[in-house]
């Protein structure tokens, strides 16, 4: 029963002696209940269209199921946001290894594919179930399809981890829909190329290696362009669980469209080791996305996000929770925002063009997909004409400035072919001033500007609607002025007259009363017996089948025009979605230089290089970059990029800190009151590295910072009863999750480890979480604590050598002044709190 959810009131009818309980809404209220069903109940929703049979009677037919991973042109669906449907494989099914059980190096292993189908963005990977959580905090799929052999297995770790995700809809398939026997030449089909990974040949395995050494590894997945494919250089490699993800993917969405197939590009294949990995705590606690009301408004996100386009917008959300771990990649990114910051007419510009593109990429989707309309033209349009004007602009301030300056907007310019011709085509077809207009939406012609063949029938039709108005005037003049003449769909050709004027019609022998309106207009056919009234009644429906006739041919002639328009731009979809993307990539790039030129943000130095304690004995540096001497994060004058921003709007200074973790410090160890800013100190120092990971400046006077690999966040707790976990329980789960996962390149921030138990407890917990952070894991860490005792515990020696010669501690100040009040600094000084605090 959806009606009660919908808030609609249920009725019933008798079909075949039984009864049959319905109910419905207007068809312009469809977007507001598909809303609700599908976005918030998580609901598949049949949509069927009516249509009249050969041998007559009304037919209905399942036109497309929605469901709330397909969503493509709803008024609902989030422009700024990717809507991913994601397909999970934990065991390839063919017919050789269907039998048997999995080896057991498969065991833990399983594969991904996911698309948003708005876009036709296409990418696999393969992972495994300890990071698949992380994986999906990372995708935020809006729907899952596992397999239906899982649907009652409860206690399968893949089902609970899915169950984890609450607002994530899950729908079980065949186990027939991942059969790779069948979905592996659909895909060799549709991209050609495409072909197993070779298991035994680790050189083809994109997870070999170490990446953070491999300067020529792939891009990453936010910077990989559409490429074309042939079987003589075979790009796309994939393991049978990718495969086997991918088959299910396209299977599934085969049978929601019905048929029709989605512009889909080509698959990228995600390497997890190429981005910083940010769990699912992390993303929570330093409300990267959402905040912890779980609000939009004032997260990371959204405080850093000064894009013009909604792909950019869509780009810097993937940039966020997939932070780059090459270098090499993340200069390129700095050198463009560097290049705008030195250029801010140039900036300014590339701004004001980048307002004037649309969301072609979406728009080429709804296309494909026949569900385009004029608009989603002119997006394409627009967009194609904002890359045109966008590499005119680069070029002509490249032509100003030094070549070697200019090297990496040079090299961004080179991807944007834009096709003009494409443009040009959409210009001369479509009349951009009708369709923007707002009145006469509801008209199903006029959107095309007009052939001799149109203009014909237009002089035509106005000639027709010339005679209409003289005949309803000659009407008005008999029976009344507000007699109307319209055409209904149910009554065909009558006579629209109100209660009053009414009453003089209906004395005539042969004007039938057939519809009164709540508006108290009456609607009356008017029959062949009265000679006067027969003719007028003649007279408008020869005249009003005219008028139809003429519209169906408009109508018909401007469907062609459309239809061909489309069929161009689908031609070049695969080069025009490229081009979105590189502007999109400068969008996000621009966003950064204003950012950074609004609130005085720095460019970071990066580095690869690692700091190893081999049990506080030694050092050994290793080193990857020549010019880099140590793995560590320095930072000096260092502010929360979202408090900053808040606290200018109330007329407020946020206060500086400087940090400098990983040389000669390992860990710091952070002592303070409460309200005294630990907190957002740790979280500063996490945003930054983020920041300086996408290729963004940072919110600091001076930055160098080592590359991390994993970034983990221990900060803020809350009990999660559906799980039967406790505050202190979620606390050390999180706590061992760290402890189990953190590598030497990872940067970890914990807050008040031990708190929610007895004060010795919590203090044992506490020492025994830093002394594994620092002789075990030996990454860089800040640690902010109430225990004070810590600080006297961890400078004990063992012998001459200290037992925790790297941890250094540091308090938030508080001062006095004359009369004895004190005052919160947060301001990060060395030395444990002092007594008074």
């Not at 929605?66 to 709803?74: A, F, K, R, S």
């Not at 609902?76 to 063919?94: E, I, K």
């Not at 498969?106 to 696999?124: P, Q, V």
């Not at 012609?445 to 063949?453: L, N």
Request: glycine share 4%.
């Amino acid at each position: 029963m959806y009606g009660p959810l919908l808030d609609l009131k249920l009725t019933s009818k008798e079909i075949s002696r039984e009864h049959v309980n319905f109910t419905g809404f207007p068809m312009r209220s469809i977007d507001r209940y598909l809303d609700i069903l599908v976005n918030k109940l998580g609901c598949h929703v049949a949509l069927c269209d009516q249509y009249i049979a050969v041998g007559g009677g009304v037919r209905r037919k399942v036109s497309r199921i929605i469901t709330p991973g397909t969503l493509i042109d709803e008024q609902f669906l989030n422009p700024y946001q990717h809507n991913y449907l994601l397909a999970v494989s934990d065991a390839p099914l063919n017919s050789a290894s269907s039998n048997n059980a999995s080896s057991k190096s498969e065991d833990n292993t399983i594969g991904l594919a996911w698309l948003d189908l708005s876009t036709g963005d296409f990418m696999m990977q393969k992972t495994s179930l300890k990071a698949f959580s992380d994986d999906l905090d990372r995708i935020r799929p809006r729907e899952i399809i596992l397999c239906a052999d899982l649907e009652r297995q409860i206690d399968n770790p893949l089902v609970r981890t899915v169950q984890n995700h609450p607002n994530m809809a899950v729908t079980y398939q065949p186990a027939e829909y991942f059969a790779t026997q069948f979905g592996l030449p659909t895909l060799q089909s549709m991209f050609p190329g495409l072909q197993y990974e070779d298991t035994h040949n680790p050189s083809l395995s994109s997870e070999s290696g170490d990446p953070l050494c491999e300067e020529t590894s792939q891009t990453s997945l936010m910077d990989t362009k559409v490429v074309e494919c042939s079987e003589s250089s075979p790009l796309l490699v994939f393991s049978p669980l990718e495969i086997s993800a991918a088959t299910a993917l396209l299977s599934y969405i085969d049978s929601t469209q019905m048929g029709r197939k989605p512009r889909l590009q080509t698959p990228t294949r995600f390497t997890s080791d190429q981005v910083m990995k940010i769990d699912g705590n992390a993303l929570s606690s330093l409300e990267l996305l959402r905040t912890m009301q779980n609000k939009e408004k004032n997260s990371f996100l959204k405080t850093i996000d000064m894009t013009e386009t909604k792909a950019g917008s869509r780009l810097l959300s993937e940039w966020l929770t997939s932070p780059l771990t090459s270098v090499h990649q993340i200069n390129d990114r700095l050198d463009i925002v560097e290049f705008f910051c030195f250029d801010t007419h140039l900036l300014a510009d590339l701004r004001c063009l980048f307002k004037t593109s649309g969301d072609a990429q979406r728009a080429i989707q709804r296309l494909s997909l026949n569900r385009g309309q004029h608009s989603d033209l002119l997006d394409v349009r627009w967009t194609l004409e904002a890359m045109a004007a966008v590499k005119a602009r680069l070029e002509a301030a490249m032509d100003e400035k030094d070549p070697v300056v200019c090297i990496p907007a040079k090299e961004i310019v080179a991807q944007l072919e834009p096709q003009i011709a494409v443009a040009n085509f959409i210009r001369n077809a479509i009349d951009e001033t009708r369709v923007n207009q707002k009145s006469d939406k509801d008209k199903e012609y006029g959107y095309v500007k007009r052939s001799e063949e149109l203009m014909e029938l237009y002089i035509h039709l106005e000639a027709l609607e010339t005679d209409k108005e003289i005949l309803q005037q000659r009407l008005q003049d008999d029976f009344g002025s507000s007699v109307s003449l319209i055409t209904s769909a149910l009554y065909r050709h009558v006579v629209e007259i109100n209660a009053k004027d009414a009453e003089r019609l209906s004395r005539l022998k042969g004007a039938t009363l057939i519809q009164q309106t709540r508006g108290k207009k009456h609607r009356y056919q008017i029959e062949l017996h009265p000679l006067l009234v027969c003719s007028y009644l003649q007279e408008w429906t020869k005249l009003s089948m005219q008028i139809e006739t003429i519209q169906t041919n408009i109508i018909n002639e401007e469907a062609k025009v459309f239809e061909k328009t489309r069929d161009v731009i689908l031609d070049e979809s695969t080069a025009i979605i490229r081009d979105c993307r590189v502007l999109a990539r400068l969008d996000v790039l621009a966003s950064f230089a204003t950012l950074a030129i609004r609130q005085v943000y720095v460019r970071p130095i990066l580095n690869y290089s690692i700091l190893v304690n081999c049990h506080s004995q030694c050092c050994i540096l290793v080193e990857f970059e020549v010019f880099i001497h140590s793995h560590k994060n320095n930072i000096r004058g260092g502010r929360h990029p979202v408090v900053e921003s808040n606290l200018g709007i109330k007329g407020r200074q946020f206060v500086k800190n400087d940090c400098f973790v990983g040389e000669d410090q390992q860990i710091w160890l952070l002592t303070g009151p409460n309200m005294g800013g630990k907190s957002t100190f740790l979280r500063q120092n996490a945003l930054i590295s983020i920041m300086a990971q996408m290729g963004s400046y940072v919110s600091a006077d001076w930055a160098e910072i080592g590359i991390v690999d994993r970034l983990f966040s221990r900060v803020g707790a809350a009990d999660n009863l559906a799980e039967d976990q406790s505050t202190f329980m979620v606390e050390m789960l999180e706590t061992a999750t760290i402890l189990r996962n953190a590598t030497p390149r990872s940067l970890v921030i914990m807050d008040e480890v031990g708190r929610g138990t007895s004060t010795l407890d919590g203090l044992s917990i506490a020492y025994a979480t830093l002394h594994h952070l620092y002789h075990h894991i030996q990454c860089r860490s800040i640690f902010a604590t109430h225990y004070h005792e810590l600080a006297d515990m961890i400078s004990v020696s063992a012998g001459k050598v200290p037992m925790f010669g790297k941890i250094g501690c540091y308090q938030t100040n508080v001062q006095e002044d004359d009369v004895g009040l004190r005052c919160r600094l947060w301001h990060q000084s060395n030395g444990e709190i002092t007594l008074f605090s």
